[in-house]
């Protein structure tokens, strides 16, 4: 299925709930609401949302309170991408300019601020506490993903173990919310919100894992996401890490030499992605990236087949076999 197929059971409620959103961010400060507008003119893939409605359809159907912890979710997304942006002072974001860039980093972080105080006001302002629960835990563990990460980068020692504790941190964390969110939104059956967080948490493993293999190759040619951006910040990925654990020692260690000690280049980037490629790195990883997704196929294989179920399962298989 394609992502128009995968949102079809729950399209009329995706509509309404973009209307929702918008309405819900209207500011009376004109730059504020500008810079909204911006924003929201390219809404990306909206993925998050997607999986908090079709999480809800599943467990009861979509309601007022589905949409609160969609926008919730929407808006953390948002504004970590906003200061993200800012620190990696990057110029372009789904193909327009950045905030930072078309306006200014002061601007661009206080603008992250405010969508981070209207998604936690979301649930405060409607009593979902619930959705506070889930979504503050899913910002502690992308904070301690993120900083594992830098500090396993400086010191160049991370191992699968902490790999994937580093990935369920930074990214599967948010998507195990959502799905949860969606749940709390239209069950108060705990099995299940906790069956779709975990669906949630398996499907964001296998999603960062085939983002990782990106950096090293994608339609068959050694390209990247920009070309070697994971390397160039000394990220150990998996296949890096399958490939330097299955690689003569003499060649892995004149690899990890040159990713540890250089300011890779071009021609540097194009040998490492070679080196992965032939030693086997993206072949486990993508092995990897099957297991996950079909243990989370499995964690709601018990709930009553109807459209909702069929696109979550499309979805996990989706997020592996997505070509960018």
């Given at each position: ?139 502690r ?25 580093i ?17 709390i939104?239209?069950?108060?059956d ?40 994971d ?10 890490l ?16 040159m ?31 099957r ?11 018990n ?22």
């Amino acid at each position: 299925m394609t992502l128009e197929e995968i949102k079809a059971p729950i399209e009329t409620h995706f509509n309404e709930f973009n209307t929702f959103f918008k309405e819900y961010l209207k500011s009376d400060v004109a730059l504020l609401d500008l810079i909204i507008g911006y924003i929201t003119r390219k809404k990306g893939k909206q993925v998050r949302p997607l999986l908090v409605l079709l999480s809800a359809e599943l467990c009861g159907g979509v309601n007022k309170k589905t949409y609160v912890g969609a926008a919730m979710v929407e808006l953390l997304h948002t504004a970590t991408l906003v200061h993200d942006d800012v620190v990696d002072k990057a110029s372009i974001r789904r193909g327009i300019a950045t905030i930072n860039a078309e306006w200014n980093n002061k601007i661009a972080v206080l603008i992250g601020d405010f969508l981070l105080a209207k998604g936690l006001l979301a649930s405060i302002d409607s009593g979902e506490f619930d959705f506070l629960r889930a979504t503050s835990n899913a910002v502690r563990r992308m904070s301690e993903g993120e900083l594992r990460q830098i500090q396993k980068s400086m010191d160049f020692s991370t191992d699968e173990e902490t790999y994937f504790r580093i990935i369920a941190d930074k990214t599967a964390s948010l998507l195990a919310s959502c799905c949860e969110i969606g749940a709390i939104s239209s069950t108060t059956d705990k099995q299940k919100q906790y069956l779709l967080r975990d669906y949630g948490e398996y499907t964001g493993i296998a999603f960062q894992i085939r983002d990782d293999i990106f950096d090293f190759k994608s339609k068959g040619s050694i390209i990247g996401k920009p070309v070697g951006n994971d390397l160039k910040e000394k990220k150990i990925t998996l296949p890096l890490l399958f490939s330097l654990r299955n690689a003569p020692p003499k060649q892995a260690s004149e690899i990890k030499k040159m990713i540890k000690d250089t300011k890779l280049k071009a021609a540097q980037i194009k040998e490492i992605s070679k080196f992965v490629i032939d030693n086997g790195g993206i072949d486990y990883a993508e092995s990897k990236a099957r297991f996950y997704s079909e243990k989370a196929q499995a964690t709601i294989v018990n709930f009553v087949d109807c459209p909702a179920k069929r696109s979550l399962i499309a979805f996990s298989n989706f997020v592996i076999e997505r070509q960018k």
